[in-house]
């Protein structure tokens, strides 16, 4: 059973940094394509970032190429997401998700999920 924590949210001022972790406690994370999803209050989820699951291949959402790093260790079972030069547009709950395949920006494609991590980034 894949189960999914998130860990690294936090109060940050704009333009700080911030490092998310994902850890996953199932035994099949390499088989996974991962991704990070975040919603703001009044939002829809949106894809942010993702990672495939084999190739070192990275996408991520215009709003924040440039700025974010996604990155994962297979060993660790973990997933990472260094959020640099943060904006208050940035603030969120950020999720990580698994899925058995590619890489997708549909968050309805995706098969397990954490709880989620509360980002704040005050101006």
């Known amino acids: 059973q894949v189960q999914l924590v998130e860990s690294g949210g936090g109060l940050v001022q704009a333009g700080g940094s911030l490092r998310l972790a994902c850890v996953d406690s199932g035994r099949t994370f390499s088989n996974y394509a991962m991704g990070w999803f975040r919603q703001a209050p009044g939002k829809e989820r949106e894809f942010a970032a993702g990672?495939?699951?084999?190739?070192?291949?990275?996408y991520y959402a215009d709003s924040v190429k440039g700025r974010f790093t996604i990155s994962r260790d297979n060993d660790k079972k973990t997933v990472y997401l260094q959020m640099n030069s943060l904006k208050p547009e940035d603030t969120a709950v950020y999720y990580c998700?698994?899925?058995?395949?590619?890489?997708?920006?549909?968050?309805?494609?995706?098969?397990?999920w954490g709880q989620g991590t509360q980002v704040t980034v005050s101006s």
């Open positions: 990672y495939s699951r084999s190739g070192g291949r990275t």
């Open positions: 998700a698994l899925r058995y395949g590619s890489i997708s920006p549909r968050n309805e494609e995706y098969d397990y």
